[in-house]
């Protein structure tokens, strides 16, 4: 069986999550509805929003914000320059630039509560 490169999250509002995630991705979504959204990045990997209430088997005693989705960066460089973005764009940063045993990291939340963590494998010198 292979790893699945298809991360799903449960989202109160569609449409409020995809005006969220797309300057973040600098991309739009390659299908859109009131129920799911769906982003593809240039290596083919797949980031759905799915209307909690849509989801079946349903999903009430979920919390929002139980999920976190790691994004991998080639440098420290860019992870620099990404969280400068998405502090300009508001992002709710929770976590400034760490570095920890796996590299540099920072964490931020989405509307419905979900942590984003942007790492690099690069440590500073």
């Not at 999250?9 to 409020?16: A, S």
């Not at 799911?36 to 209307?51: H, I, N, P, R």
């Not at 992002?91 to 419905?112: C, H, K, M, N, S």
């Amino acid at each position: 069986m292979d790893l699945s490169n298809f991360t799903i999250l449960y989202v109160d509002n569609v449409q409020c999550s995809v005006d969220f995630y797309c300057p973040l991705f600098d991309r739009e979504p390659v299908e859109s509805t009131a129920g799911f959204a769906l982003f593809v990045s240039e290596t083919g990997a797949k980031f759905g929003l799915w209307a909690r209430e849509y989801v079946l088997p349903k999903v009430n005693d979920v919390p929002a914000g139980s999920m976190e989705v790691a994004l991998t960066l080639d440098n420290l460089i860019t992870l620099q320059i990404t969280y400068t973005k998405w502090r300009e764009l508001g992002v709710d940063i929770i976590q400034e630039p760490t570095e920890l045993d796996f590299g540099t990291t920072f964490t931020a939340l989405d509307p419905d509560g979900h942590r984003l963590r942007v790492y690099t494998y690069e440590k500073s010198q």
